[in-house]
């Protein structure tokens, strides 16, 4: 009976002199291989280009941006101000309290990228995410000063002198002010930009400004300008479970290897399109070969396709042999060309089969309902919005306050947030099934019947103390639900808040 051998790696060590020779561990640690892209031009660039100021734009230029709210408030178009707890978006003003505005807007975010990722792949990692527009600077920067991708390996073997310092310093020199300005910037959202900004060059700002403007302008350095793929290989979670949204009609970065393979020489018989120039291995940001297929490390920047076409329209063949292209029209052109026999003619001109991608697919539908339902639900919470909310806290300690002619006292704090900037007075009225006299401490009382008037401040929270007393010889009981209504001047109910009043025991 044969047995299986372990592999030699398994197999005990030999022992040498009467004693077992130890193997040398195997370290589980490798070097960074350093990526070095080479510089490409074509209309995935361009469009990359356009994507990147755009980004780069909206990103330093909104906090610059006013917008009139009034007196006594922030003219900043958009602006988080966490001292008032307030969120400002042009004419929105989120409170507090509306923070599931906020978690509505990251659910719509999160679903509207699963659809984009869905029907074209990676799009937000190689055009929109943050690292990816920020590595783009930084490489740009390097290109400018240090040269392109040959000139600069060059450099970087080269033993220290005044030419590759000069180089290197000026380099880090500008990554650093670009990150200063992108700290800078992030700090802007959270503070008046003009006056954050004279702070920070003058030294008048707080110690938080400073240590967020410093820990900002860190991490795009170093993300950026050191780390870069291997943020997007090693750090990022949306590659790990991306492909469960891909399927086989999602337009993705693919070499088709029907047309390429077999690779060879240019002047070679028998062979694909491929002259396996590795042209799309050095422009890519995170260095791998697209013509490996799939890969986690692949942002789907789609630079391959640029330096692949530059490479066929040189050797006067079609162009798309690495493209944005669906799964199934790659397996339907390669079963296609499968039985005729390989040549150049044949991979030039190719049996492809080009389908227009299915756009409303099963997934695609699920995706754009999610989607729909969400942006109903917040859409019906903002129009039912409410801009005046009333809150009742009553006392706990003492629970009811019992008067010296017999009567019984309850104590609240009725807080009135007006979202308004003017100024606004309501008649409060109290709804309750027993007799109880209400008494609102500073307030007057020249609604009609007698009803005491609350006002509310601009933008803000009043507050309001109020007693009710069961007058005695009233039948006691030990809870009577009550309600505090705010009425306007046309006898409307503008909102409403129930609470109870306590007692003692009935004997």
């Known amino acids: 009976m044969s047995t299986i051998q372990p592999p030699d790696r398994l197999k005990p060590a030999a022992k040498t002199e009467g004693t077992q020779q130890a193997a040398a561990p195997t370290s589980l640690y490798a070097d960074r291989q350093k990526v070095y892209p080479k510089a490409v031009k074509g209309p995935v660039r361009r469009a990359k280009w356009a994507v990147l100021i755009l980004c780069l734009a ?34 929105v003003e989120i409170w507090p309290q509306e923070v599931y505005f906020l978690t509505g807007l990251l659910v719509l975010g999160a679903i509207g990228l699963f659809v984009a990722t869905s029907l ?20 740009w920067v390097e290109r400018v000063i240090q040269g392109d991708r040959n000139e600069r390996m060059r450099l970087d ?11 290197k310093g000026l380099t880090h020199a500008a990554w650093l002010l670009i990150a200063a300005a992108t700290g800078g910037a992030w700090i802007m959202y959270f503070n008046d930009a003009p006056t954050v900004t004279v702070d920070l060059l003058t030294g008048g700002a707080s110690l938080d400004v400073y240590f967020y403007f410093g820990l900002f302008t860190t991490t795009t350095y170093v993300l950026a300008g050191w780390a870069r793929e291997q943020v997007c290989t090693y750090m990022c979670p949306w590659p790990r479970f991306q492909a ?29 399109d491929c002259v396996d120039c590795q042209a799309c291995v050095n422009v890519c940001p995170t260095g791998i070969d697209i013509r490996d297929g799939q890969q986690l490390e692949c942002i789907g920047c789609g630079l391959c396709i640029d330096a692949c076409d530059d490479i066929m ?3 006067d063949r079609p162009t798309g042999l690495i493209a944005f292209e669906t799964l199934s029209n790659l397996a339907a052109s390669t079963a296609a060309t499968k039985a005729l026999p390989p040549s150049r003619a044949r991979c030039a001109t190719g049996m492809e089969v ?17 989607l729909g339902a ?18 009742v806290l009553r ?13 019984i006292r309850n104590a609240y704090t009725l807080k009135i947030a007006n979202k308004d900037r003017d100024i606004a007075s309501y008649a409060l009225v109290l709804d309750s099934r027993t007799a109880l006299q209400m008494q609102v401490q500073e307030a007057p009382t020249t609604a009609p019947g007698d009803r005491p008037m609350v006002t509310t401040r601009p933008d803000g929270i009043t507050q309001w103390r109020v007693l009710l007393t069961q007058p005695p010889g009233t039948p006691t009981r030990t809870s009577i639900p009550v309600t505090f209504r705010l009425v306007d001047g046309r006898g409307r109910t503008v909102v409403s808040e129930s609470s109870i009043f306590l007692g003692p025991e009935s004997r």
């Not at 009139?68 to 978006?89: E, M, S, Y």
């Not at 891909?246 to 070499?255: G, I, M, Q, R, W």
């Not at 006392?395 to 009567?407: E, K, N, Q, Y």
């Open 58 to 91: 909206l990103y330093y230029l909104v906090p610059w941006l006013r917008w009139d709210r009034g007196p006594g408030a922030p003219d900043q178009a958009v602006l988080v101000d966490i001292g008032n707890g307030r969120l400002f978006f042009f004419f």
């Open 244 to 272: 469960a949204m891909l399927d086989e009609n999602s337009l993705v970065v693919t070499y088709r290897d029907w047309r390429g393979e077999p690779r060879g020489k240019a002047k070679a018989d028998g062979i694909g």
């Open 354 to 370: 080009r389908r227009v991608p299915r756009f409303i697919r099963p997934r695609t539908l699920l995706y754009a309902g999610m």
């Open 374 to 391: 969400v942006m109903a639900v917040m859409l019906g919470a903002w129009l039912l919005r409410q801009t005046v909310t009333l809150s």
């Open 313 to 315: 329209k040189r050797l």
């Open 395 to 407: 006392d706990r300690a003492p629970l009811f306050v019992t008067l010296s002619d017999g009567g």
């Open 120 to 139: 074209f792949g990676r799009v937000w990692c190689g055009f929109t995410c943050p690292q990816t527009v920020w590595t783009d600077l930084f490489m």
């Open 157 to 167: 073997k080269q033993p220290w002198t005044l030419e590759k310092l000069r180089k």
